[in-house]
Nanobody, 116 residues
Framework: QVQLLESGGGLVQPGGSLRLSCAPSRSIFGILFMGWYRQAPGKTRELVARITFGGSTNYADSVKGRFTISRDNVKNTVYLQMNSLKPEDTAVYYC??????????WGQGTQVTVSS
């Protein structure tokens, strides 16, 4: 079973930055999308950002201009650079990948806490 391995979460003050990384435990053939979702306490999981194999991106309105998603297609690694963090960005962030057979892969989640 392929796992997505996340790193980079933690505690940061408002206005600070964090960079999340995610890579599969072994190579996944035919990945179409990679992205990040988040889930705050008492809320449903929401899409934060997603990137296609070709590099097209889309972002949640709440993070546009502050977060940047990027991808290394050779390593099947995806990154999320988060700047100007706000307390409302506090959540568990989950890495996601979708392959050409429409199989979804998920990471176990990494906690991001924005607090002074």
């Amino acid at each position: 079973q392929v796992q997505l391995l996340e790193s980079g979460g933690g505690l940061v003050q408002p206005g600070g930055s964090l960079r999340l990384s995610c890579a599969p435990s072994r190579s996944i053939f035919g990945i179409l999308f990679m992205g990040w979702y988040r889930q705050a306490p008492g809320k449903t999981r929401e899409l934060v950002a997603r990137i296609t194999f070709g590099g097209s991106t889309n972002y949640a309105d709440s993070v546009k201009g502050r977060f940047t998603i990027s991808r290394d297609n050779v390593k099947n690694t995806v990154y999320l650079q988060m700047n100007s963090l706000k307390p409302e960005d506090t959540a568990v962030y989950y890495c996601n990948a979708v392959d050409q057979r429409d199989t979804y892969y998920w990471g176990q989640g990494t906690q991001v806490t924005v607090s002074s």
